[in-house]
T-cell receptor, first 119, second 115 residues
Framework: EAQVTQNPRYLITVTGKKLTVTCSQN?????MSWYRQDPGLGLRQIYY???????DKGDVPEGYKVSRKEKRNFPLILESPSPNQTSLYFC??????????????????FGPGTRLTVL | GNSVTQMEGPVTLSEEAFLTINCTYT??????LFWYVQYPGEGLQLLLK?????DKGSNKGFEATYRKETTSFHLEKGSVQVSDSAVYFC??????????????FGSGTRLLVRP
């Protein structure tokens, strides 16, 4: 089954304790992205990756890191979490199409979400 | 910059009622438009999309038409069911603004359908 998986689904932690949220896709997608969802704000992009070893900042990258060492995995790292990073996080992936180009209408497939609480 | 505005929720309807969720957008280029649905406890799923003006996206009885003149992409369904209860997000993608290919989302509209 084609899917995007995230782990953990739920996490409660304390300020300053480093954590990693994993994301994996089995669709051989080149493009992967992280979003956070906050009430009244919809989803906002944190980081994205166009391919292995290629990552770039989205709209709200402060306090986050990512890596893309393998095509299927795109972990989100919070080196020193703070309470304002309490949120619902989604990973997404998409193909670049036959010409290796991202199209504005390519569907992005989302993981089930990770609810993070930082105390 | 690009943005999406959705009507505030929650929207509460009785089963078989007609649904409209309004969505308007601002974009610098020629965006593609999407409706995503989020069922309780799940991630977002693409419901329908439209890639150019006057396109109509449709799926599972839902429809939305890309109206460039009014910059709108309203979601409609003729007869809702209890199983349609979810949060609906309008979104756009406009790579002409930057190269991130990110989806820009509205704030979401919660739909509650009562039996």
């Amino acid at each position: 089954e084609a899917q995007v998986t995230q782990n953990p689904r739920y996490l409660i932690t304390v300020t300053g304790k480093k954590l990693t949220v994993t994301c994996s896709q089995n669709m051989n997608h080149e493009y992967m992205s992280w979003y956070r969802q906050d009430p009244g704000l919809g989803l906002r992009q944190i980081y994205y990756s166009m391919n292995v070893e290629v990552t770039d900042k989205g709209d709200v990258p402060e306090g986050y890191k990512v890596s893309r060492k393998e095509k299927r995995n795109f972990p989100l790292i919070l080196e020193s979490p703070s309470p304002n990073q309490t949120s619902l996080y989604f990973c997404a992936s998409s193909s670049l199409g036959s010409r290796g180009l991202m199209s504005s209408y390519n569907e992005q497939f989302f993981g089930p979400g990770t609810r993070l609480t930082v105390l | 910059g690009n943005s999406v505005t959705q009507m505030e929720g929650p929207v509460t309807l009785s089963e078989e009622a007609f649904l409209t969720i309004n969505c308007t957008y601002t974009a610098t280029g020629y965006p593609s438009l999407f409706w995503y649905v989020q069922y309780p406890g799940e991630g977002l799923q693409l419901l329908l999309k439209a890639t150019k003006a006057d396109d109509k996206g449709s799926n599972k009885g839902f429809e939305a038409t890309y109206r460039k003149e009014t910059t709108s992409f309203h979601l409609e369904k003729g007869s809702v069911q209890v199983s349609d209860s979810a949060v609906y997000f309008c979104a756009l993608s406009d790579p002409s603004e930057d190269s991130s290919y990110k989806l820009i989302f509205g704030s979401g509209t919660r739909l509650l359908v009562r039996p």
